[in-house]
């Protein structure tokens, strides 16, 4: 069942969307060579608990999970790019960091990545992080009433398609509200026209993820958690929380 939001709930959203942003704003600036994951879980933690905020990650198990999530940011680093778990790595020079935060404020929840580089850039990051932000923009702007939930899976494929980049479509974008997992599912590829006809109080999580590499498959870790590509190419994450209006998408997760 997907349920549509009213736009005074939306506003409850916006406000935990603002702490999420605020959050990956903040890890990002304190992000630097020879920083641990685990010290940057703690400033994440920090912002949430300033804000009145309540993590969706820390102590999150689904199905796929051996154990419970330990930390409240996900932290992936190089060939990482989903669900890693904070710990006491310590980021070097030219690391690629993707950056995952989810939190509820009185009940009501969203969820955003970012990817960025730490120390000296490498331009292939750099571009990839690029092709992943363009196609985030791509699967927002598809994000319109009258559309269906297959436009913004395509507008996210195409773009990663364009790229020659590694894309993976057993996780992607979902509804998000009371819960940070609702339907509908969203893949990173797919056909326009398909599936849910989109309306104005829908609320998604748009969330493209790809690898340098043209591959797609990939292996978890023995913590049970992270996601790391089978060819050891880098990945970048993006994501947003995005409602639809009758005025177009608006990206929640803002700081």
Not at 67 to 78: A, H, K, L, Q, Y
Not at 126 to 143: F, Q, S, V, W
Not at 169 to 192: T, Y
Not at 213 to 234: C, M
Request: aromatic share 6%; with cysteine; glycine share 14%.
């Amino acid at each position: 069942m997907v349920e549509l939001k009213t736009p005074a709930q939306i506003e409850q959203m916006r406000l935990a969307g603002r702490v999420v942003g605020t959050a990956l704003a903040t890890v990002k600036k304190e992000a630097a060579v020879g920083v641990s994951l685990r010290e940057l879980d703690e400033v994440a933690r920090d912002v949430l608990r300033a804000a009145g905020a309540v993590s969706l990650f820390d102590g999150y198990q689904p199905g796929f999970a051996a154990s419970p999530f330990s930390g409240v940011i996900c932290t992936s680093v190089n060939d990482a790019v989903l669900h890693g778990l904070p710990s006491d790595l310590r980021l070097a020079d030219g690391d690629l960091l993707n950056v995952d935060c989810g939190a509820s404020v009185d009940g009501w929840c969203a969820d955003s990545a970012i990817s960025f580089c730490v120390g000296t850039p490498r331009s292939e990051d750099l571009e990839l992080i690029a092709t992943t932000e363009e196609a985030l923009a791509a699967g927002i702007a598809a994000a319109v009433a009258g559309h269906r939930i297959g436009d913004i899976g395509a507008a996210i494929g195409r773009v990663g398609k364009d790229a020659g980049v590694g894309t993976n479509l057993d996780f992607g974008g979902h509804g998000v509200g009371r819960r940070m997992h609702e339907d509908p599912h969203i893949p990173n590829g797919g056909r326009p026209g398909r599936g849910l006809k989109l309306h104005a109080g829908h609320v998604f999580a748009i969330e493209p993820w790809f690898w340098a590499g043209p591959g797609s498959a990939y292996t978890i870790d023995d913590d049970g958690w992270t996601l790391r590509s089978s060819d050891g190419t880098r990945g970048a994450h993006a994501e947003h929380t995005v409602a639809i209006t009758p005025e177009g998408p608006q990206i929640l997760t803002l700081p």
